[in-house]
């Protein structure tokens, strides 16, 4: 980005017009100890080409996740991104992270919504997406709103398989909202224990707005959705699907034709990077019947008036900017850019290539599933189906995980962190760019 | 400028009700649907729900904004206009008649609540003059 900096003459003219004598005087409104006098301590001034050697010694400092030597995944997934990505979406027409504020201007960005939100609809099993949000745990916040608002109830039971980040999240949420979020368990095999649901439903039947699961769940299990829809009798009472892993989608039966009501999450896994761990791309698909309660911006098609085509955002009287505090959500914006992102990586894969690479993610995690069950002291946690990640418990956790960091492999996530009950068990993750060599790297390293 | 009838009860909020035995019967006014513009959608009640006095029960909405709808008196909803579902527009064409959003029963006897609407809200007269403030 151009930095054009104001010179002397530039500064006296501008306060010449606002008609305040100094720079000082124009923040005469702030008390006077908090005013800073002299030069602020900064180093001595640089070359260019000292600079450049300055950040470039700083910048191997990261300790960035190599390409197939990552095995961390428990929500952010490392994916193989397609340069023709970057290419369209770093031209200067594309290249903003907002929304347009004239948006009907914008056919070619309000082009890629519509489609990004006709791919989401396909991928997840339901009719409706929205222009997307901002990271899956807000995500998950805003489905759980969602169903307080349509169902006028108060409580939401939410599966301590969803991802734990996400459920801190949305208890932040709805402490102000006077919503309670009831966790419930999982069972010895990895997936939700139902009879603690079952339980749950009962207790809780006279407030319940909506069930929340994982699936693919953080342990990577896929969940039996179609049985966990008909423990909800109650059809006022909505099945929420959240899932980090989209990828599953081109490969098992999606929540929304299981189901669900609203299936949420993380859509960081179509073309965009991991990074330090965002910016990510939140999602999220409804139910018909839910339209005018779905968060954020929805783009639409139209005509103009010559009878073209054309795109509108459609909805906008419930959003914030026009209904102020009685807005659906305080989402006013989206996460266009990863959107657009997400839309030009599923353009370019197609349906042929995007199940190629599901398959080979989950071919991945079974080869080294079969690698770990000939280990003497690893064993697997859980025996539920799984897509790309599963658990494995081994003696010592720590210093399995730094034996691998030694070799520059990312071993994996020590689910103590989340689950005080899971002490030596890792969470491990495999996705197309984690090699055959790179697992069989991963497997010397540890034997 | 927009219709004003007699036989009903007007509130601030450009509502109008009716009463029959203990049956309240909602609408909007033609001021309101005239402010609105073309109405869309019409969000409406179930059968069976508590309304409490003043609280919001649904919205309409229309192509230029998203508005409140208020209920006068408490009561259980026992009817509501199934037609507006599919054709919300009849609000604008008809908003004293087809145009109706719901029938609440209220648990008071009618003189009662004849009494209640005529203390607490406008009849014809009063709702005219007070659209003539407005405008």
Known sequence: ?447 | MSDVRSGYYYTKEHEWVTVEENIVTLGITDYAQQSLGDIVFVELPQIDQEVSKDESFGVVESVKAVSDLYCPVSGKVVEVNETLVNSPEIVNTAPFEEGWILKLEVNMSSTELEEMLEEELMDFEAYKNFLEEEE
């Not at chain 1, 995944?73 to 031209?91: C, F, K, M, Q």
């Not at chain 1, 069972?187 to 699961?213: F, P, Q």
Request: proline share 4%.
């Open chain 1, 1 to 447: 980005m151009t930095y054009i900096p104001h010179s002397e003459k530039n500064i006296s003219e501008m306060l010449e017009v606002i008609g305040v004598k100094s720079i000082s005087k124009l923040f005469s409104q702030v008390p006077e100890e908090f005013h800073k006098d002299g030069k602020l301590k900064l180093p001595a001034k640089l070359a260019p080409f000292e600079l450049e050697r300055l950040i470039d010694s700083i910048s191997k400092e990261n300790k960035l996740p190599s390409r197939g030597k990552n095995f961390l995944g428990a929500g952010l997934y490392n994916h193989w991104v397609p340069s023709v990505v970057d290419e369209i979406t770093s031209r200067q027409e594309y290249y903003t992270a907002y929304t347009p504020y004239q948006p009907e201007i914008s056919q070619g960005t309000l082009t890629t919504i519509f489609e990004y939100q006709t791919m989401m609809a396909r991928l997840t099993g339901l009719p409706i997406s929205n222009a997307s949000l901002y990271d899956g745990a807000t995500g998950v916040a805003e489905a759980a709103m969602l169903s307080v608002r349509s169902s006028r109830k108060n409580s939401v039971l939410v599966s301590k398989t969803v991802h734990p980040e996400y459920r801190k999240v949305l208890k932040t949420y709805m402490q102000h909202l006077n919503v309670k979020v009831i966790e419930f368990a999982y069972n010895n095999i990895g997936e939700i224990d139902t009879i603690d649901l079952e339980k749950k439903i009962d207790e809780h039947k006279d407030d319940l707005a909506s069930v929340i699961v994982g699936s693919p769940n953080f342990f990577g299990i896929i969940e039996d959705i179609a049985n966990i829809k008909s423990m909800i009798k109650n059809p006022q009472v909505l099945l929420i699907a959240s899932l980090s892993e989209p990828m599953s989608l081109a490969l098992v039966n999606p929540p929304g034709k299981c189901g669900a009501d609203i299936v949420v999450g993380e859509a960081l896994s179509f073309g965009n990077y991991i990074n330090f761990g965002g910016p990510t791309l939140g999602f999220i698909t409804v139910k018909e019947n839910l339209l005018r309660n779905l968060p954020g911006r929805v783009c639409g098609e139209t005509v103009d008036k010559d009878g073209r085509r054309a795109f509108v955002f459609t909805l906008s009287t419930r959003e914030q900017h026009i209904r102020r505090e009685k807005a659906t959500s305080n989402i006013c914006s989206n996460q266009n850019l990863l959107a657009m992102r997400a839309t030009i990586y599923l353009s370019y894969m197609g349906e042929k290539g995007l199940k190629n690479t599901a398959i080979i993610c989950n071919e991945r995690a079974s080869y080294a599933k079969k690698k770990f069950e000939a280990q003497k002291n690893i064993s697997l946690k859980f025996s539920a189906p799984f897509f790309n990640e599963f658990v494995i418990e081994v003696p010592d956790s720590k210093a399995f995980l730094e034996a691998l960091q030694k070799k520059g492999i990312q071993g994996g996530l020590d689910l103590h962190r989340f689950y005080p009950e899971l002490k030596n068990n890792i969470l491990v993750s495999y996705t197309e760019l984690n090699s055959i060599e790179d697992i069989d790297l991963y497997f010397n390293s540890i034997s």
